[in-house]
């Protein structure tokens, strides 16, 4: 599915359009549609509770509003072994399915002291 990109992405403020495509229940890829930039993103829920506030200025700017399908997922940088892949947790990406449209935010880490910018999925997964 393609999306337009309302707000720039960091490092990457050239992008203005990317194409979210599946790869199975917990992994998406993001690519640019004029690049060869590939993000690979992971749904939290997956691994962890992830309950966030969607700033005002983001709900207003990706046009949310109640009934709306978000989506929300987090960029992985995948590692090997698989548990040494990392993710942030503090700058999601929110896609509006809706209306096409898609923004990275950036969470205030005084308000979600458990998010982290890197943190290994090894802490979230089940042992034995």
Known sequence: MRFFVKKPILGFEDI??????????IFMSL????????FTLINPLSLRDYKIEIPK?????????DGNL?????????NSPIEESEVNFLAPF?????KRVMAQIILDSSKYPDFK????????????
Not at 16 to 25: P, S, Y
Not at 57 to 65: M, V
Not at 117 to 128: M, P, V
Request: charged share 40%.
């Open 16 to 25: 203005k359009e990317m194409e979210l495509e599946r790869i199975d229940d």
């Open 94 to 98: 929110v896609f509006n399915t809706q």
């Open 70 to 78: 978000v989506l929300i997922l987090n960029t992985i940088i995948l």
């Open 117 to 128: 910018l890197t943190d290994k999925i090894s802490r979230y997964l089940k042992k034995g």
């Open 57 to 65: 200025k983001d709900r207003e700017l990706l046009e949310i509003e």
């Open 31 to 38: 690519k640019d549609t004029k690049s060869d930039i590939l």
